[in-house]
């Protein structure tokens, strides 16, 4: 028959196995407490950290460009409604060049028309634009008429980036630098992909490292390089092979079809 007595005590050893097995794996866990601790926070740091670095890489690359392209754009504009006004004899037309003296145009690099400004300052290249050099060296505009040296720098990358593709540029290609009244056409007959920064014979008004003796109407592009970074410079230049008057119309010269 079936016991009616009270049911049985439980017994005060049971399940004391598991219970001290939990117990040391709490042990074991606040033991390792503060080095997990550490671990955690540091790879915290590296996924925020490379979370900000991604961001300004993502600043510097594109965002700059849209900026940069945005301000150089308004400048451009600028520039053409003068030349107009200037043609109707309502404006200041080619003696305001505060916001560019013309516009280069180099068809290997693929990047359109380039406002070209005065200088070669941060200021001036973080606005998209290239700028001609004032120093150490200064730059003889083709406008003068004069022999010399026509030499430029722009950003390789981020602020526009108007010269990232100097390196598809080859010899015997065709650069053009229009003006309110005329477009100078220059042909590449020589290019340096690599030299010090601080090199500046490469921008002399006969640049000799270009392999010429006499003096000429030459134009230089200068840039950095490797891309992404500012180590070096690569160098590019031209000799002016005509100059073709600007018609009613602004009909490029046959090397911009």
Request: hydrophobic share 35%; with cysteine.
């Amino acid at each position: 028959m079936p016991s009616t007595g009270p049911d049985p005590a439980p017994d005060a050893n049971a399940g004391t196995g598991n219970a001290g097995t939990g117990r040391g794996r709490a042990d074991r866990r606040r033991r390792g407490g503060p080095v997990a601790t550490a671990v955690g926070v540091f790879g915290e740091l590296l996924i925020t950290g490379g979370l900000v670095l991604g961001l300004f890489v993502v600043y510097s690359l594109w965002w700059t460009n849209v900026i940069a392209d945005r301000q150089a754009d308004k400048r451009a504009d600028k520039v053409r409604h003068n030349w107009a006004a200037s043609k109707d004899g309502k404006g200041p037309g080619a003696l305001d060049t505060g916001d560019g003296i013309g516009f280069l145009h180099v068809p290997a690099m693929k990047n359109g028309e380039v406002l070209v400004r005065r200088g070669t300052s941060t200021k001036v290249l973080n606005g998209g634009v290239a700028g001609y050099y004032t120093d150490p060296v200064k730059a003889t505009l083709p406008t003068t008429d004069k022999t010399g040296n026509f030499a430029l720098a722009a950003h390789r990358d981020g602020h526009g980036a108007k010269f990232h593709n100097i390196d598809k540029v080859e010899k015997g290609d065709p650069i053009v630098f229009e003006t309110k009244d005329d477009w100078y056409v220059y042909k590449v007959f020589a290019i340096l992909p690599e030299t010090s920064k601080y090199n500046v014979k490469v921008l002399g008004s006969v640049p000799k490292q270009a392999g010429v003796k006499k003096p000429g109407h030459y134009i230089t592009l200068t840039t950095c390089t490797p891309v992404y970074t500012s180590t070096y410079r690569y160098v590019v230049w031209g000799e002016l092979v005509r100059v073709d008057k600007v018609d009613a119309d602004r009909t490029p010269p046959k090397e911009l079809d």
